[in-house]
């Protein structure tokens, strides 16, 4: 998930993984952090929740674009 804070010019990203998803390999905090890097960004958090933010709201849609290579690379 992604949202844009237009007077700011940045962005937000959240994640979610579920138990299954955990226990092949997935963590939102690592996930989500990838994520915001693509748009200048950073955070991360818990395995199954976390949220960062991006400095470069132009990059949204590839971050989010990049979001499923992202988990497959993370799964086992």
């Given at each position: 998930?992604?949202?844009?804070q237009n007077a ?37 958090g818990k395995p ?29």
């Open positions: 998930l992604a949202a844009e700011k010019g940045t962005c937000s990203f959240a994640c979610y993984c579920g138990k299954d998803a955990i226990s092949n390999g997935a963590h939102a905090g690592n996930i989500v952090r990838e994520i915001a890097q693509i748009a200048g960004g950073n955070g991360g199954d929740s976390a949220m960062a933010g991006g400095k470069d709201i132009s990059k949204i849609t590839e971050a989010l674009n990049a979001a499923a290579e992202i988990v497959k690379a993370k799964l086992k």
